[in-house]
């Protein structure tokens, strides 16, 4: 990074200039470390006159390979056309496979950040026009949360036209891997039904775009909030160019799941004579007509106790035990998928799930449920480099079970399969081999499928091109941004989750990350993130949180989870109290801690801290020890807010510092005594830095906000004189928390995002 060099006018100029282009300013001493480039006098004389907002820089968008981590709620293959497959996740949107070259293609990337579409709660593939697919999006249905949409494609999801809904939808709700809830009648594919979680059964007939409430449905839940999870057309029943008069919809309530029709929707009872006690997960016919369904006592994919698997026999109404093994004594567990092939009647497969004392099994049966084979036994597993599966454990096996909430068998195939697991896909080409007591062959199929939740990244100037640390599975060197981590994710400790992570950036080799772990909550590295050594004691609080490395790494300054801010100067050895700061209320687990480190990149003594609750900055000149409140008033956050919340000191230049508190951008130049706001930001939810443009010396800052009333990812190159924006209207990627650039390499941005995992950018 460029050298700190003198000014080249007085600060009267250059507060005059940021002035004139909508700065408020501050006319305060200069902290003599605090020097800005030349470049920012010449700049901001230069745009004070000029809008804000430069224009657009085409970008190329990819994936930081990490192969999924997250749960794949639902596979959909379409009934009608081979290899035309969709996958539904709980928080990261929708997928298409991609059989050309066996991936996925992301279909909901023009989502913007405040979005709760990408948790979709179903999918429905049209039975008779291979182009059309629909899908019922919305992430939470409590108080707080928005309403639900319908989505529909003629384009197989390259495009959508939504229907919003005056009810709210759970894709990251308990159940979410139970279905289908939405379907298409397969005689006339104009008539669409939507089993809601809290409002009833819905109807439209004309392809999606409107929607009732069918007011003859009247059965509930009981107040689970799982509501409706199966809706299913008997086809056998009907005639083309009329609508199918039996239907089955299932609610999620152990006295009596299964309701049906027999007049197209109008009436509805339940079902005599079926299971008590469990309520189905899922249910599908096959071509002779007999549904099958599987049971639990809960709607997953957590705390299922017990279940089944059952067939029913409309024309007999006869139901018949055909569950391959029934949960007893310590080995709980319940049925979550279920599927039967369309082209061999009786063969079926289904999926335990939380059986977690002697683990998860898929069954199979070639003879309606007579007799059954567990495939997992004799299981030959592909992890396709994705070496996190094994968790750094002494098994050599990787992990392929867990909430296996669905399964299904390909529809042209009957030894094709596919299953979810709360971390991907894994999918098999000759699952009939079960049948004669051979092996299963079983490859992890998440290339392009990316659903992590991304806590903390750090391009650092030496070493990896890139450090993350993401939800659920701990964290990641990135040595090849296009190839998954060969040394899987971060141990020493393996966390739960990982939540904070910086460098040195004096000493780059020296990392510290924390996050989620019942024991060790923290560790660091002098390799640059290849090994670790967990940090001798642990802060009051519950881990996790937020932590800065001096520039030298010899101070950690860390903000746990409902404890004080802390410091250390022994790597990890003692925590003393930070004094000067306030103790931070309890936040929600689910909440970024309030308390924003960052260390000075130059001097090793200078801390930083946002309190993006209090609306208060800090500073401190003694390694963290005692902090110093700036004069400055800023926004405050809510606790939902707080990932808008950040403090990012700039490589390079010692005292100057940026934070963003979600309505505003601000900066200082004097070690944050005093703080300049930038009008022309309308918003600010993440700040980074990355390598100068030609001929420039300050680094380029990334922004993710707002500017005038055009909300994006943003770029520049001139101090915030000027921005351009860097993503367009289809790569929105829903809510991006974390934006960096590379120090090594101009224009490359890193972001980090709410479930479509780190993505990169670099201009065409």
Request: charged fraction near 20%; aromatic fraction near 10%; glycine fraction near 12%.
């Amino acid at each position: 990074m460029a050298k700190q060099t003198p000014w080249a006018m007085s600060l009267a100029v250059i507060l005059s200039a940021l002035a004139q282009h909508g700065c408020k300013v501050c006319t305060c001493s200069q902290d003599p470390g605090a020097q800005l480039p030349n470049e920012a006098v010449a700049t901001a004389q230069a745009a004070a006159s000029g809008p804000a907002l430069a224009g657009n820089v085409a970008y190329d968008w990819k994936n930081v390979v990490v192969l999924g981590g997250g749960f794949v709620s639902g596979i959909i293959f379409s009934p009608i056309e081979k290899d035309l497959v969709y996958a539904r996740t709980d928080v990261g949107g929708a997928y298409r496979w991609n059989p050309a070259d066996k991936t996925w293609i992301p279909l909901n990337d023009d989502l913007p950040r405040k979005s709760d579409y990408l948790g979709v709660e179903s999918i429905a593939a049209d039975p008779v026009d291979p182009n059309k697919v629909y899908m019922a999006v919305g992430m939470y249905v409590q108080a707080w949360a928005g309403y639900g949409a319908i989505l529909r494609s003629s384009d197989r999801g390259n495009t959508w036209q939504s229907t919003e809904m005056p009810i709210k939808m759970g894709g990251n709700e308990p159940g979410r891997s139970n279905g289908e809830r939405l379907a298409v009648d397969p005689h006339q594919p104009s008539i669409l039904y939507f089993g809601s979680r809290k409002n009833g059964l819905w109807k439209s007939t004309n392809s999606g775009a409107d929607w009732a409430e069918v007011k003859s449905f009247t059965a509930t839940d009981g107040g689970n909030s799982s509501g409706i999870p199966i809706v299913l057309y008997d086809k056998s029943s009907g005639s083309k160019g009329k609508p199918t008069p039996v239907i089955y919809a299932v609610v999620a309530n152990n006295n009596g799941s299964l309701y049906r029709s027999t007049d197209a929707g109008a009436t509805w009872k339940l079902v005599p004579k079926q299971p008590k006690g469990v309520m189905a997960s899922h249910a599908e016919f096959d071509s002779n007509g007999v549904l099958y369904l599987s049971y639990g006592n809960g709607p997953g994919p957590n705390d299922v106790t017990d279940g089944s698997v059952w067939k029913y026999q409309p024309k007999q109404e006869k139901f018949t035990d055909i569950t391959p093994l029934a949960p007893k004594g310590d080995d709980k567990f319940g049925y979550g998928g279920l599927s039967a092939s369309a082209s061999h009647p009786g063969t079926i497969m289904v999926s335990t799930i939380d059986r977690w004392t002697r683990g998860d099994e898929v069954y199979r049966s070639t003879d309606g449920g007579k007799s059954w084979k567990a495939l997992l036994p004799k299981v030959v597993r592909d992890d396709d480099g994705a070496k996190y599966l094994y968790w750094h454990r002494a098994p050599t096996e990787p992990m392929g079970r867990g909430w296996m909430g669905d399964i299904d068998i390909d529809p042209f195939n009957p030894a094709r399969a596919m299953y979810v697991t709360g971390q991907g896909i894994w999918g098999s080409e000759d699952a009939n081999a079960a049948d004669s007591d051979k092996p299963t062959h079983w490859k992890f199929l998440d290339r392009g499928l990316e659903e992590t939740v991304v806590r903390g990244l750090v391009s650092p100037p030496d070493g990896p091109p890139l450090l993350s640390v993401v939800g659920d599975l701990c964290g990641f060197r990135h040595d090849d941004l296009n190839a998954p981590t060969a040394a899987g994710m971060f141990d020493n400790p393996v966390c739960g989750s990982g939540s904070g992570i910086d460098i040195a950036w004096g000493k780059p080799d020296l990392v510290a990350r924390v996050g989620w772990d019942e024991k060790k909550w923290g560790a660091f590295s002098t390799d640059g993130g290849k090994t670790w050594t967990p940090f001798k004691s642990n802060p009051k609080g519950k881990g996790a949180g937020s932590i800065a490395v001096s520039a030298d790494g010899a101070a950690l300054l860390w903000a746990p989870l409902d404890g004080p801010v802390v410091y250390s100067k022994d790597r990890g050895a003692t925590w003393p109290v930070a004094e000067g700061l306030p103790i931070p209320e309890s936040s929600p687990d689910w909440a970024p801690v309030p308390m924003r480190p960052a260390a000075d990149r130059v001097n090793p003594n200078k801390f930083y801290l946002l309190d993006a609750k209090g609306g208060q900055a800090f500073f401190s000149t003694d390694g963290g020890a005692h902090f110093t409140s700036s004069p400055n008033g800023l926004p405050s956050l809510a606790d939902y807010e707080f990932s808008s919340g950040s403090a990012q000191a700039v490589p390079g230049i010692e005292g100057d510092v940026w934070l963003t508190t979600g309505k505003e951008l601000n900066h200082s130049t004097d070690s944050g005594k005093n703080w300049e706001t930038i009008a022309s930001v309308n918003a600010a939810h993440a700040l980074g830095f990355g390598k100068p443009a030609e001929g420039k010396k300050y680094p380029a800052l990334y922004l993710v906000g707002k500017i005038g009333e055009v909300a994006g990812f943003f770029r520049s190159d001139d101090i915030g004189a000027t921005w351009v924006r860097i993503n367009d209207d289809r790569h929105q990627f829903g809510f991006c928390g974390i934006i960096t650039g590379d120090p090594r390499k101009y224009g490359r941005v890193y972001l980090g995002t709410g479930g479509r995992g780190i993505l990169y950018g670099d201009p065409k």
